[in-house]
């Protein structure tokens, strides 16, 4: 089924532990996306691609780094977790004419 | 800068009532607007979009018009069913400064369907 993978589907995570959050799609999508989502503040974006090779800082990117080392890959890595790093981090990718979110990784920094 | 507001839930509603949810937007250029769904414990899902003024979507019983002069784009439904029940975003598309598109996304409108 053509889509967005996102692994892992949850995670509990030490304070000051390094974690990647993988998001892989098969649309060969030029653009692809990271988002943060908590309750009241809706959806954040923290960095995006719009093709291989580039990135781009988004609304919240403090303390996140991005990669996009080809089309379909577009790792999150969080370099020393915090605990207001809790959240739930969605992957998207779009064409142009909307986007298809993966189904998100649940994370707690504790 | 372009922005989305969308009405404040949750909204409680009875089985095979008829739903509105409020969409306005401000934007300087010529946007393609949209609007998602998310059920519980999953991703949003492309629910319908409209990529110009006077422009339809639907998909699924849902239908949103695109009206440029009340700058609106509200989503409805005649008759909601239970499995209607989830968080519904309005969202805007339009070329960043960066040449790619740049989405904003409202602060979602949770509704609830009764039996």
């Known amino acids: 089924i053509a889509g967005i993978t996102q692994a892992p589907t949850s995670q509990i995570l030490a304070a000051g532990r390094r974690m990647t959050l993988r998001c892989t799609q098969d649309?060969?999508?030029?653009?692809m996306y990271w988002y943060r989502q908590d309750l009241g503040l809706g959806l954040r974006l923290i960095h995006y691609?719009?093709?291989?090779?580039?990135?781009g800082k988004g609304e919240v990117p403090d303390g996140y780094s991005v990669s996009r080392a080809n089309t379909d890959d577009f790792p999150l890595t969080l370099a020393s977790a915090v605990p207001s790093q809790t959240s739930v981090y969605f992957c998207?990718?779009?064409?142009?004419?909307?986007?298809?979110f993966g189904s998100g990784t649940r994370l707690t920094v504790v | 800068g372009n922005s989305v507001t969308q009405m404040e839930g949750p909204v409680t509603l009875s089985e095979e009532a008829f739903l509105t949810i409020n969409c306005t937007y401000t934007a300087t250029g010529y946007p393609s607007l949209f609007w998602y769904v998310q059920y519980p414990g999953e991703g949003l899902q492309l629910l319908l979009k409209?990529?110009?003024?006077?422009d339809k979507g639907s998909n699924k019983g849902f239908e949103a018009t695109y009206r440029k002069e009340t700058t609106s784009f509200h989503l409805e439904k005649g008759s909601v069913q239970v499995s209607d029940s989830a968080v519904y975003f309005c969202a805007l598309s339009d070329r960043g400064e960066t040449g790619g598109f740049k989405t904003i996304f409202g602060a979602g409108t949770r509704l609830f369907v009764k039996a």
């Open positions: 649309m060969r999508h030029n653009a």
């Open positions: 998207a990718s779009s064409d142009g004419y909307g986007y298809t």
């Open positions: 409209a990529t110009k003024a006077d």
């Open positions: 691609s719009n093709t291989a090779g580039t990135t």
